[in-house]
Structures are given as structure tokens and as C-alpha cells.
């Protein structure tokens, strides 16, 4: 015996009670997860105040060169490939490369970059004005940053060695010389596997790349300023 057809008003009600019994069924799936939120880490730049103390900022300043370089301009970096995202990279034997679940950058990797080689030329005092690729002010020198190596090394077994190696390039605007190319790097052991200990000792290395293309690049200027004084 067939049965008579549900009304529509009866349709209506009987899909609305599936839904709600679908809803309920699945409510844990929904608003329950057992994944942990993702960490971002931020690195400081050596001399900033965040990692200075404040007696010792101050004692830095009072005997801080006077600023007689002139205005560079940080071009935007170029990383290379796989490093030009947020990810915290590492690196396995065999040539693998991976990154941190959970963990990242709090943005790309040549943008984060750029901003703390500009807070290090800032923080040392040496320059008159330092700028970042979005200035449109004319600098009397350009700084062009490639990141060859930004990650957390595991080929030797254990806790990482982190590695930043920056390749630079300082030009002079004014007649587009090639001012002096130079290689500034650093490298630091993370104290333990966790995350913790690997972005601390991702800022002790970022921070000696940093210091070592901070005194390089000021090198660079005076010696081509002075030239170029001779030669006039």
C-alpha cells in the first residue's frame, strides 16, 4: 500500500528537523578543533631599542658618529627560491626543505627582511636619512639585499645551526656606480629543538648578517665618497 504524499507545509517541517539533527550531530565538529593556532615570531634588528637596554641606548647615542653619509634607500630584497614566503624554513639531509607547522614570519621573508636591515642602518647613526623601497625621495645611494640563506639547518643531526646569508650590492644613484659588492652573514646554534630556542637563535644570526652589512655598507661609502672627493 503506497502512502498519501507529505504536504508542502509537511515537507518544509520534516527537512528543517533533518537539518537540525544534522547541526546537532556535527555541532563538536564545527566549533571544536584539537589544532593548535599558529605562532607568529618576530625578530628584532641589533641596536634597536627592543634589544638595548635603555641605559646603554642612551649611552650609545650620546657617543653615536654624527651622520655624515649621506640618504641610502634599501631596495626591496630578492630571496631565493622557497624563501620568499612566511615560512619558517628549514633544511633536512638529502637537499629537503621544509618549514614549521604552526609557526611563520610575520610577513614574507623579503619584506621582513627590508625592514630590519633599514632599522639597522637607522639604529647606527651613520646616515642621514635611511629609506625603504616605498620612498620617493631620492637617495644618493641604493642598497639591493638577495637572501641566499635564511633557515634552520638539521643536516647535522640534533638541534638546528641557523644560517642567514645576505648577498649585497651598493650602488650610487648619481651616475649609477657600482659602489661595492660584499657577502654578510651569520650563523647561530638553536640551544634545543623547540621553536623557542630556533627563533632565538634565528636573531642571533639575522643580527650578525645585520651588524656585518651595516659596517660594510658604511665602509663602502666613505671609501667611495673619499675616491670621489680625490678625484674632483
Known amino acids: 500500500m503506497r502512502t498519501a504524499p507529505l504536504a508542502p507545509q509537511q515537507c518544509r517541517l520534516a527537512a528543517a528537523l533533518a537539518l537540525g539533527t544534522a547541526l546537532a550531530a556535527g555541532c563538536t565538529n564545527l566549533f571544536h578543533s584539537d589544532a593548535k593556532p599558529e605562532q607568529t615570531y618576530v625578530l628584532r634588528a641589533p641596536g634597536s631599542p627592543a634589544t638595548v637596554p635603555a641605559a646603554d641606548a642612551t649611552a650609545a647615542a650620546s657617543a653615536a658618529p654624527l651622520a655624515d653619509l649621506g640618504a641610502i634607500q634599501v631596495l626591496h630584497p630578492v630571496a631565493a627560491p622557497g624563501l620568499d614566503g612566511p615560512h619558517i624554513i628549514l633544511v633536512q639531509a638529502d637537499h629537503r626543505m621544509n618549514f614549521y607547522v604552526g609557526s611563520r614570519w610575520p610577513a614574507p621573508l623579503p619584506d621582513m627582511v627590508e ?97 656585518s652589512l651595516e659596517s660594510q655598507t658604511a665602509a663602502a661609502a666613505r671609501a667611495y665618497a673619499a675616491h670621489a672627493g680625490a678625484a674632483h
Open 115 to 211: 625592514a630590519l636591515a633599514a632599522q639597522t642602518l637607522r639604529a647606527a647613526g651613520e646616515w642621514q636619512s635611511v629609506q625603504d623601497s616605498a620612498s620617493a625621495f631620492p637617495p644618493e645611494y641604493v642598497l639591493q639585499i638577495s637572501v641566499r640563506r635564511f633557515e634552520a639547518d638539521y643536516t647535522a643531526g640534533g638541534a638546528p645551526q641557523v644560517e642567514v646569508v645576505l648577498d649585497c650590492t651598493l650602488g650610487a644613484r648619481q651616475g649609477r656606480e657600482l659602489v661595492a659588492t660584499f657577502v654578510a652573514a651569520g650563523s647561530a646554534p638553536a640551544a634545543s629543538d623547540h621553536m623557542r630556542e630556533v627563533v632565538a637563535a634565528f636573531e642571533r644570526a639575522s643580527g650578525t648578517a645585520l651588524a
